[in-house]
């Protein structure tokens, strides 16, 4: 069984450009988190979806950030017009349907560089 | 606001001694999860802590839930050189289904 899947590993991207970061979730698994991690912290919360639907992006910038996870597909994070403060590592985790006490799965990551 | 503080930040010890992180929060909790985190991996979950007072084993991993759910430890014996990582606690937040984490604490083991 597959864990989550998540590309590019490392992106480079000059300011102002587009980054979009990919994530397949675990088989079965229909809930997806984004997380962001800056070096020598612990993960930040982003945004919470379910197919088709965000249920909760409370931890996300306002503007030039957006996630969507369709019916058919990968979940997309998508990083607008980026600046240097946006490097990071993305990581995206999943969940079950029903999860009694929310326990997620991560992939490896999506390492962002702006340069 | 830090909801969950991770102690010690830093840890580097020799091979074959044991150790203690530990997990800190002002509130209460229904639960807690225990992460470690490889340089250039994502964070693998370790063990789910629920009932105040639990102690869950895993190989020479020692988890202990607080009484009053406010807090965490993990307990490592004869630590060896594959234990090397950030150990990262975390929470669910309230009802929701997003997780808090701590800042983590990186631990190094010295052959």
């Known amino acids: 069984n597959a864990g989550v899947m998540q590309n590019p590993r490392h992106l480079v991207r000059r300011r102002g450009q587009e980054a979009r970061l990919r994530c397949s979730p675990m088989k079965g698994h229909s809930h997806v988190y984004w997380y962001r991690q800056l070096p020598e912290e612990g993960l930040k919360f982003m945004v919470y979806l379910q197919k088709e639907n965000i249920i909760d992006e409370s931890g996300m910038p306002k503007e030039r950030f957006s996630a969507e996870f369709p019916k058919e597909g990968p979940s997309i994070l998508r990083i607008q017009q980026v600046v240097r403060g946006d490097s990071a590592a993305y990581f995206c985790a999943s969940s079950p349907q029903g999860s009694a006490y929310n326990e997620q799965f991560f992939g490896p990551g999506t390492r962002l560089t702006v340069l | 606001t830090q909801l969950l503080e991770q102690s010690p930040q830093f840890l580097s010890i020799q091979e074959g001694e044991n150790l203690t992180v530990y997990c800190n929060s002002s509130?209460?909790?229904?639960?807690l999860q225990w992460y470690r985190q490889e340089p250039g991996e994502g964070p693998v979950l370790l063990v789910t802590v629920v009932t105040g007072g639990e102690v869950k084993k895993l190989k020479r991993l020692t988890f202990q839930f607080g009484d009053a759910r406010k807090d965490s430890s993990l307990h490592i014996t004869a630590a060896q050189p594959g234990d090397t990582g950030l150990y990262l606690c975390a929470r669910p937040r309230g009802g929701a289904q997003k997780l808090v984490f701590g800042q983590g604490t990186r631990l190094t083991i010295n052959p």
């Open positions: 509130s209460v909790f229904s639960s």
